[in-house]
T-cell receptor, first 112, second 114 residues
């Protein structure tokens, strides 16, 4: 069975500081990893994904994520956070069985 | 291209009733998935349809069912509603059968069961 863990319920950073949202995964087959963001009363928006190849993946809105196979991690990062980045972030994993499993989510608050 | 649309956006029902939610995927997308989002359980996978066939199903009781039509539009039905069914129901579409394609989500249907 596949699973995703987001160890932090909340992350608080000051605007302009680096932002990191942690994610670890467990999957039996090939991991296809995704990050999504959800703003209040909205659906999820796709940020980026890792399929294969380069371990550093770049996505929307200046976000990037680093795939680490040995640590089974896929942490989301942004070099300089904005107040508008405040939202709920979900890591997800999908294996060859098509089913998408989400982490519990991490609430990011960026203070001005 | 228009995004994923879900109707209705808000719904209030009473226990014991049934409800049907509708999802129209992005044009050309053939895979539609449904998720339930609650504060306590987070995002949980309900089922996925591809070319009118249910390809995968989550751990939900048989009261939850779905179908997909030939135009890829999908409906989800919940019978004999319970208070615990109150949630945001999200629909997502993707272009084909590949596991590595990202899903695009609709705004959700907020179901309240009284």
């Amino acid at each position: 069975a596949q699973s995703v863990a987001q160890p932090e319920d909340q992350v608080n950073v000051a605007e302009g500081n680096p932002l990191t949202v942690k994610c670890t995964y467990s999957v039996s087959g090939n991991p296809y990893l995704f990050w999504y963001v959800q703003y209040p009363n909205r659906g999820l928006q796709f940020l980026l994904k890792y399929i294969t190849g380069d371990n550093l993946v770049k996505g929307s809105y200046g976000f990037e994520a680093e795939f680490n196979k040995s640590q089974t991690s896929f942490h989301l990062k942004k070099p300089s956070a904005l107040v508008s980045d405040s939202a709920l972030y979900f890591c997800a994993v999908r294996d060859d069985d098509y089913k998408l499993s989400f982490g519990a989510g991490t609430t990011v608050t960026v203070r001005a | 291209k228009a995004g994923v649309t879900q109707t209705p956006r808000y719904l209030i029902k009473t226990r014991g009733q049934q409800v049907t939610l509708s999802c129209s995927p992005i044009s050309g997308h053939r895979s539609v998935s449904w998720y339930q989002q609650t504060p306590g359980q987070g995002l949980q996978f309900l089922f996925e349809y591809f070319s009118e066939t249910q390809r995968n199903k989550g751990n939900f009781p048989g009261r939850f069912s779905g179908r997909q039509f030939s135009n890829s539009r999908s409906e989800m039905n919940v019978s004999t509603l319970e208070l615990g069914d109150s949630a945001l129901y999200l629909c997502a579409s993707s272009s084909d059968a590949s596991s590595y394609n990202e899903q695009f989500f609709g705004p959700g249907t907020r179901l309240t069961v009284l």
